[in-house]
């Protein structure tokens, strides 16, 4: 699980993360050789178990380019993902002490630069956490920056989330954010795979949004998107599927203005309701369960 970072500002307690660190646009040093020996042993834990999960869950894209990342063996380095994402879609990876602001997130992903949380979760949050760390940033976002749609879709996304700013819109972006970078998922001839940072970072939701009975799974439409609302402190009621990262980016390449107004002026769906004809996705087939090792 894990906070958008446009829902900063929502949540009723203040952000974790030392901020006195931070300069002016959120940034700070990663110090990474402040991390103990504890925490790398405890984020190579996360990502075994986590890497043993995707086979047949986690989209092709992510799992091609988690392989040459090389991040499982202790806390990587920010700079060395830095220099391979540079080379691969001129994107970079940038520390940050935890949950940014709206404006500070949207300006750097303009700027195609991912905000990095530095500090990694504690022993006893190992399956669940309601901020994001280091692992959920890393290990849930980089990957799909090495692939060149989406390092495009993050950008845009960045660009318009500034004006969305200015047209008090950014409830509805956050929507989008939430049901496409954070939990969406594509449909594949082999069936249904996630792509989105908070699914593919929790063990948990990688097999409940895929294969449980309980969620509905719709086809992604915009405006049905930004019309629904969605749950922070729990798994997802629906997700959305999107055939490609092209149709993704495509749908959301228009000009928001008007559509902000429509969907400002039609009332919110519930989150687990379902449009007349609306079709459904079927779960996929239960996946043999994984040994754990924790
Ligand atoms: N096209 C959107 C706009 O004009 C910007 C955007 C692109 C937002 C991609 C999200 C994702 O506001
Ligand atoms: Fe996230």
Not at 108 to 123: D, E, I, K, N, Q
Not at 187 to 209: D, H, N
Request: overall charge negative.
């Amino acid at each position: 699980m894990a906070v958008a970072p446009v829902t900063y500002g929502a949540s009723e307690r203040p952000p974790r993360g030392d901020y006195s660190r931070a300069r002016s646009d959120y940034t700070c040093e990663q110090d990474w050789d402040t991390y103990t020996a504890a925490e790398h042993a405890l984020y190579a834990r996360l990502f075994q178990r986590q890497l043993r999960q995707l086979p047949g869950q986690a989209c092709d894209e992510f799992v091609h380019a988690l392989g040459p990342m090389d991040i499982g063996r202790a806390i990587p380095r920010f700079e060395d993902i830095s220099d391979a994402l540079r080379r691969s879609t001129r994107w970079e990876i940038v520390a940050v002490p935890g949950l940014i602001p709206e404006h500070a997130f949207f300006s750097l992903l303009a700027g195609r630069r991912f905000p990095v949380t530095v500090w990694l979760r504690r022993p006893e949050e190992f399956d669940y956490i309601v901020e994001p760390d280091v692992f959920h940033d890393l290990f849930g976002h980089v990957p799909l920056l090495f692939n060149p749609v989406f390092a495009d879709y993050m950008q845009a996304f960045g660009v318009g989330g500034l004006k969305a700013e200015g047209l008090h819109a950014l409830e509805y972006l956050a929507r989008l954010y939430w049901y496409t970078v954070e939990f969406g998922l594509i449909s594949t001839p082999g069936g249904l795979r996630a792509y989105g940072a908070g699914i593919l970072s929790s063990a948990g939701e990688t097999v409940y949004s895929l294969t449980s009975h309980k969620p509905q799974r719709l086809s992604f439409s915009l405006e049905r998107v930004l019309r629904t609302p969605y749950k922070i402190d729990d798994y997802q009621d629906s997700y959305f599927v999107i055939d490609s990262f092209a149709q993704l980016f495509d749908a959301t390449a228009p000009d928001f203005t008007p559509i902000y107004q429509r969907v400002g002026s039609a009332p919110e769906l519930p989150i687990n309701g379902r449009l007349p004809g609306e079709r459904l996705y079927a779960p996929n087939a239960p996946v043999a369960a994984v040994p754990s090792t924790s």
